[in-house]
Protein backbone atom coordinates (compact mmCIF):
# COMPACT_ATOMS: atom_id res chain seq x y z
CA UNK A 1 0.00 0.00 0.00
CA UNK A 2 1.50 3.40 -0.67
CA UNK A 3 2.43 4.95 2.20
CA UNK A 4 3.92 8.69 3.08
CA UNK A 5 7.70 9.12 4.08
CA UNK A 6 9.54 11.37 5.95
CA UNK A 7 13.04 11.63 6.76
CA UNK A 8 14.55 12.00 8.95
CA UNK A 9 13.38 9.81 11.73
CA UNK A 10 15.22 12.03 14.25
CA UNK A 11 16.73 15.61 13.86
CA UNK A 12 18.52 17.11 16.82
CA UNK A 13 19.73 20.72 16.04
CA UNK A 14 21.06 23.73 18.21
CA UNK A 15 18.62 26.64 19.20
CA UNK A 16 19.13 29.05 16.73
CA UNK A 17 20.15 26.86 13.55
CA UNK A 18 17.86 26.25 10.62
CA UNK A 19 16.18 22.61 9.69
CA UNK A 20 14.38 20.95 6.81
CA UNK A 21 12.27 18.26 7.28
CA UNK A 22 11.45 16.46 4.21
CA UNK A 23 8.30 14.17 3.14
CA UNK A 24 7.75 12.49 0.04
CA UNK A 25 4.05 12.21 -0.36
CA UNK A 26 1.25 9.61 -1.90
CA UNK A 27 2.56 9.69 -5.67
CA UNK A 28 -1.03 10.64 -6.79
CA UNK A 29 -1.89 13.06 -4.06
CA UNK A 30 -2.76 17.13 -4.36
CA UNK A 31 -3.07 17.71 -0.65
CA UNK A 32 -0.10 18.45 1.42
CA UNK A 33 -0.08 19.13 5.30
CA UNK A 34 1.97 19.33 8.02
CA UNK A 35 1.65 18.68 11.83
CA UNK A 36 3.10 18.89 14.76
CA UNK A 37 2.68 17.32 18.34
CA UNK A 38 4.55 18.77 21.06
CA UNK A 39 4.89 16.00 23.58
CA UNK A 40 1.74 15.05 25.63
CA UNK A 41 -0.33 17.60 23.49
CA UNK A 42 -2.66 17.07 20.93
CA UNK A 43 -1.48 17.05 17.24
CA UNK A 44 -2.02 20.46 16.00
CA UNK A 45 -2.13 21.39 12.21
CA UNK A 46 0.14 24.00 11.11
CA UNK A 47 -0.02 24.30 7.18
CA UNK A 48 -1.71 22.73 4.07
CA UNK A 49 -0.23 22.95 0.65
CA UNK A 50 -1.93 22.40 -3.08
CA UNK A 51 -1.29 23.75 -6.15
CA UNK A 52 2.53 25.06 -5.33
CA UNK A 53 1.12 27.07 -3.03
CA UNK A 54 -0.34 27.32 0.61
CA UNK A 55 -4.08 27.00 0.92
CA UNK A 56 -4.52 27.19 4.86
CA UNK A 57 -2.15 27.67 7.69
CA UNK A 58 -2.64 27.90 11.57
CA UNK A 59 -1.36 30.98 13.98
CA UNK A 60 1.25 28.91 14.52
CA UNK A 61 3.07 28.75 11.26
CA UNK A 62 4.72 32.03 11.33
CA UNK A 63 7.28 33.69 9.51
CA UNK A 64 9.80 31.59 10.97
CA UNK A 65 8.43 28.52 8.94
CA UNK A 66 8.13 27.88 5.07
CA UNK A 67 7.38 25.15 2.84
CA UNK A 68 8.17 23.61 -0.79
CA UNK A 69 7.40 21.34 -3.06
CA UNK A 70 10.89 21.53 -4.83
CA UNK A 71 9.95 18.86 -7.30
CA UNK A 72 7.71 16.18 -8.27
CA UNK A 73 7.49 14.20 -5.62
CA UNK A 74 9.37 15.74 -2.13
CA UNK A 75 7.58 18.44 0.23
CA UNK A 76 9.62 19.79 2.48
CA UNK A 77 9.46 22.31 5.75
CA UNK A 78 12.13 24.78 6.79
CA UNK A 79 12.14 25.82 10.31
CA UNK A 80 14.28 29.01 10.20
CA UNK A 81 15.99 30.26 13.67
CA UNK A 82 14.69 27.39 15.44
CA UNK A 83 13.65 27.55 19.26
CA UNK A 84 13.55 25.35 22.17
CA UNK A 85 9.49 25.45 21.93
CA UNK A 86 9.71 23.96 18.09
CA UNK A 87 11.09 20.60 19.68
CA UNK A 88 7.59 18.23 18.82
CA UNK A 89 7.34 15.32 16.64
CA UNK A 90 6.48 16.68 13.00
CA UNK A 91 4.26 14.85 10.74
CA UNK A 92 3.92 14.71 7.26
CA UNK A 93 0.19 14.32 5.26
CA UNK A 94 -1.40 14.39 1.95
CA UNK A 95 -4.30 13.39 0.40
CA UNK A 96 -6.19 13.08 -3.24
CA UNK A 97 -9.00 15.77 -2.09
CA UNK A 98 -12.06 13.35 -3.02
CA UNK A 99 -14.34 13.86 -1.09
CA UNK A 100 -14.81 11.67 2.04
CA UNK A 101 -11.14 10.15 1.61
CA UNK A 102 -8.66 10.88 4.30
CA UNK A 103 -5.23 12.07 4.71
CA UNK A 104 -3.12 9.68 5.26
CA UNK A 105 0.06 10.36 7.51
CA UNK A 106 4.05 9.70 7.75
CA UNK A 107 5.69 8.07 10.59
CA UNK A 108 6.79 11.40 11.51
CA UNK A 109 10.54 13.30 12.45
CA UNK A 110 11.24 13.80 16.06
CA UNK A 111 12.89 17.19 16.05
CA UNK A 112 15.12 17.92 19.21
CA UNK A 113 15.86 21.39 19.94
CA UNK A 114 18.90 22.10 22.42
CA UNK B 1 -9.75 25.76 22.48
CA UNK B 2 -11.02 22.34 22.98
CA UNK B 3 -13.15 21.33 19.71
CA UNK B 4 -12.80 17.97 19.67
CA UNK B 5 -12.38 16.31 23.21
CA UNK B 6 -11.84 12.90 24.35
CA UNK B 7 -11.77 12.92 28.00
CA UNK B 8 -11.15 9.33 28.57
CA UNK B 9 -7.11 9.27 28.27
CA UNK B 10 -7.24 5.35 28.75
CA UNK B 11 -9.71 2.63 28.45
CA UNK B 12 -8.63 -1.01 29.40
CA UNK B 13 -10.66 -3.68 27.54
CA UNK B 14 -10.42 -7.81 28.05
CA UNK B 15 -9.35 -9.32 24.65
CA UNK B 16 -12.91 -10.14 22.67
CA UNK B 17 -15.40 -8.35 24.51
CA UNK B 18 -16.07 -4.77 23.22
CA UNK B 19 -13.76 -0.97 23.61
CA UNK B 20 -16.14 2.06 23.20
CA UNK B 21 -14.22 5.12 22.80
CA UNK B 22 -15.75 8.18 22.82
CA UNK B 23 -15.25 11.34 21.18
CA UNK B 24 -17.45 15.26 21.58
CA UNK B 25 -17.15 18.51 19.61
CA UNK B 26 -18.59 21.99 19.56
CA UNK B 27 -18.03 23.09 16.21
CA UNK B 28 -21.54 22.18 14.68
CA UNK B 29 -19.38 23.72 10.98
CA UNK B 30 -17.59 19.97 11.59
CA UNK B 31 -19.12 17.43 8.38
CA UNK B 32 -16.43 15.03 8.55
CA UNK B 33 -15.45 12.61 11.36
CA UNK B 34 -12.15 10.20 11.36
CA UNK B 35 -10.83 7.97 13.55
CA UNK B 36 -7.08 7.16 13.64
CA UNK B 37 -4.86 4.46 15.48
CA UNK B 38 -1.24 5.57 16.82
CA UNK B 39 1.00 3.18 17.63
CA UNK B 40 4.60 4.46 19.86
CA UNK B 41 6.82 5.77 16.68
CA UNK B 42 4.54 5.86 13.97
CA UNK B 43 2.71 8.02 12.70
CA UNK B 44 -1.27 8.01 12.80
CA UNK B 45 -2.63 5.54 10.75
CA UNK B 46 -6.53 5.76 9.45
CA UNK B 47 -8.97 3.74 10.46
CA UNK B 48 -12.57 4.66 10.07
CA UNK B 49 -14.82 7.64 8.79
CA UNK B 50 -18.30 9.39 8.83
CA UNK B 51 -19.51 12.02 6.94
CA UNK B 52 -22.44 14.20 8.97
CA UNK B 53 -25.15 12.91 6.51
CA UNK B 54 -24.57 9.48 8.29
CA UNK B 55 -24.98 8.32 11.61
CA UNK B 56 -23.47 5.05 11.08
CA UNK B 57 -20.74 3.67 9.78
CA UNK B 58 -19.00 0.36 9.71
CA UNK B 59 -15.81 -1.80 8.51
CA UNK B 60 -15.17 -4.90 10.14
CA UNK B 61 -14.65 -4.99 13.70
CA UNK B 62 -15.21 -0.84 13.78
CA UNK B 63 -18.15 0.98 13.50
CA UNK B 64 -18.62 4.49 14.13
CA UNK B 65 -21.37 5.88 15.39
CA UNK B 66 -21.86 10.09 14.98
CA UNK B 67 -24.93 11.63 17.16
CA UNK B 68 -25.31 14.97 15.47
CA UNK B 69 -27.92 16.75 18.14
CA UNK B 70 -25.50 15.40 21.16
CA UNK B 71 -22.15 16.65 19.03
CA UNK B 72 -20.71 13.16 20.03
CA UNK B 73 -19.21 10.35 17.87
CA UNK B 74 -18.36 7.22 19.33
CA UNK B 75 -15.45 3.85 17.93
CA UNK B 76 -16.78 0.41 18.87
CA UNK B 77 -14.40 -2.21 18.10
CA UNK B 78 -15.97 -5.80 18.87
CA UNK B 79 -14.39 -8.12 19.19
CA UNK B 80 -11.26 -6.85 20.93
CA UNK B 81 -7.88 -8.12 20.54
CA UNK B 82 -4.29 -7.17 21.70
CA UNK B 83 -3.25 -5.75 18.38
CA UNK B 84 -5.91 -3.16 18.91
CA UNK B 85 -3.86 -1.39 21.94
CA UNK B 86 -2.71 0.93 20.54
CA UNK B 87 -3.77 5.45 20.72
CA UNK B 88 -6.59 6.30 19.13
CA UNK B 89 -7.47 9.60 18.10
CA UNK B 90 -10.85 11.40 16.83
CA UNK B 91 -10.25 14.21 14.41
CA UNK B 92 -12.81 16.60 13.12
CA UNK B 93 -12.94 18.58 9.90
CA UNK B 94 -15.01 21.29 8.16
CA UNK B 95 -16.51 20.97 4.33
CA UNK B 96 -18.36 17.81 3.26
CA UNK B 97 -17.00 19.33 -0.31
CA UNK B 98 -13.59 17.18 -0.22
CA UNK B 99 -10.71 16.16 2.29
CA UNK B 100 -8.64 18.99 2.01
CA UNK B 101 -9.34 20.97 4.95
CA UNK B 102 -7.16 20.81 8.06
CA UNK B 103 -7.89 18.52 10.51
CA UNK B 104 -8.51 19.22 14.18
CA UNK B 105 -7.03 16.57 16.77
CA UNK B 106 -8.71 15.49 20.36
CA UNK B 107 -5.94 13.79 22.88
CA UNK B 108 -6.25 11.12 22.20
CA UNK B 109 -7.07 7.40 24.16
CA UNK B 110 -4.89 4.98 25.03
CA UNK B 111 -6.58 1.67 24.64
CA UNK B 112 -4.76 -1.76 26.39
CA UNK B 113 -6.24 -4.77 24.77
CA UNK B 114 -5.30 -7.64 28.15
CA UNK B 115 -5.52 -11.47 26.78
Known amino acids: EPEVTQTPSHQVTQMGQEVILRCVPI?????FYWYRQILGQKVEFLVS????????KSEIFDDQFSVERPDGSNFTLKIRSTKLEDSAMYFC????????????FGDGTRLSIL | DQQVKQNSPSLSVQEGRISILNCDYT??????FLWYKKYPAEGPTFLISISSIKDKNEDGRFTVFLNKSAKHLSLHIVPSQPGDSAVYFC??????????????FGKGTKLSVKP
Open chain 2, 91 to 104: AAQEGYGGSQGNLI
Open chain 2, 27 to 32: NSMFDY
Open chain 1, 49 to 56: FYNNEISE
Open chain 1, 93 to 104: ASSDGISNQPQH
Open chain 1, 27 to 31: SNHLY
